[in-house]
């Protein structure tokens, strides 16, 4: 059973930049940020409402959650929204494969992850020189698109760091959706700012819509409620494994259903990036091991 959620919890991630390349066909990259979070906010309090009844409490961690909410959803969100309109979803589920090895950087950073092993330190080498491949190679794409998706990805592993400290003091579902709302309360204001407005959404094609529903419960709440459960069950080490999955995922489903074309830097730098999340994945695996 475990095996079969990993293996769900990747195709739904790996499935994201499919839904996000149909999604900003029609959305903007703010109203796409804000109608996500927002969708995704109401369903993953559905979840938390059925699992855990703890209330935020403190300044502390309501500062965490906001940190959370800005760096983990509404600016890497506002960022794929409009590195969609740049490059193929290939390239975006790439530069995601660099979140693991960017969030292994910074929680070495902060002293809380495992120590620099050999296996580490060339893991890092790898994945790093992956997405360079992936963003400086003659795939197609604009530099300043693929550079946008490799921001977002810092900004996952930033608060995927900082997420842990609020999981375990409200719960991981209540902590996901109140850093959801939060995301949504603010997006709600510059979505405003810049115009935004119902009869606009209301406006948009029905197949970017429809892409949009999906992305915000399939792909954002219930991907969130899985990847949760399994770091409960398995731990987080057996949860992150998903992270070799994802961009390969991506890459196929983009040529598949987008008819992208997938580059042989394309294909050297997954094979990089795969390789620097192996490396770093197995020396967390074994600094654990040995706690």
């Known amino acids: 059973m475990p095996y079969l959620l990993l293996a769900f919890l990747s195709l739904l991630w790996g499935s994201s930049f499919l839904l996000i390349a149909v999604a900003t066909r ?29 209330w935020p409490r403190g300044g502390k961690i309501w500062a965490r959650l906001a940190v959370m909410a800005a760096l983990g959803q509404a600016i890497p969100f506002v960022l794929l929204g409009d590195a969609a309109r740049r490059v193929s979803s290939g390239d975006l589920a790439l530069m995601m494969g ?15 992850g495992p120590p620099w092993t050999f296996a580490s330190a060339l893991g890092l080498a790898l994945g790093l020189t992956g997405v360079a491949v992936c963003v400086g190679g003659p795939g197609g ?18 608060g995927a760091t900082i997420s842990r400290g609020a999981s375990r003091a ?11 709302t939060l ?52 731990g987080a080490t057996f949860a992150t494994l998903n992270n070799y999955a994802v961009p390969f995922v991506g890459l196929i489903l983009g040529a598949a259903f987008l008819h992208e074309r997938i580059a042989i830097s394309a294909w050297a730098g997954l094979v990089l990036v795969i ?17």
Do not use: H, Q
């Open 170 to 180: 409200v719960g991981p579902s209540t902590a996901a959706a109140t850093s959801m």
């Open 275 to 291: 390789a620097g999340i192996a490396l770093t994945g197995r020396a967390v695996g074994l600094a654990r091991g040995r706690a």
């Open 183 to 234: 995301s949504a309360a603010a997006l709600g204001v510059a979505w405003r700012a810049s115009g935004g407005s119902v009869a606009a959404l209301a406006a948009i094609p029905t197949p970017s819509l429809a892409a949009m529903a999906a992305l915000g419960v399939f792909n954002t709440a219930i991907a969130y409620f899985v990847y949760f459960l399994l770091v409960v069950r398995m």
């Open 98 to 112: 660099a979140a693991p090895i960017l969030a292994f950087i910074l929680s070495r950073w902060l002293g809380e």
């Open 141 to 158: 794409g604009s530099f300043y698109g693929k550079t946008e998706g490799f921001l977002a990805a810092f900004c996952y592993a930033a």
């Open 26 to 54: 029609g959305f903007d990259p703010v109203s796409f940020a804000f109608v996500r979070v927002t969708i995704g906010a109401l369903a993953l309090w559905a979840i938390a409402s059925l699992r855990e009844r703890r």
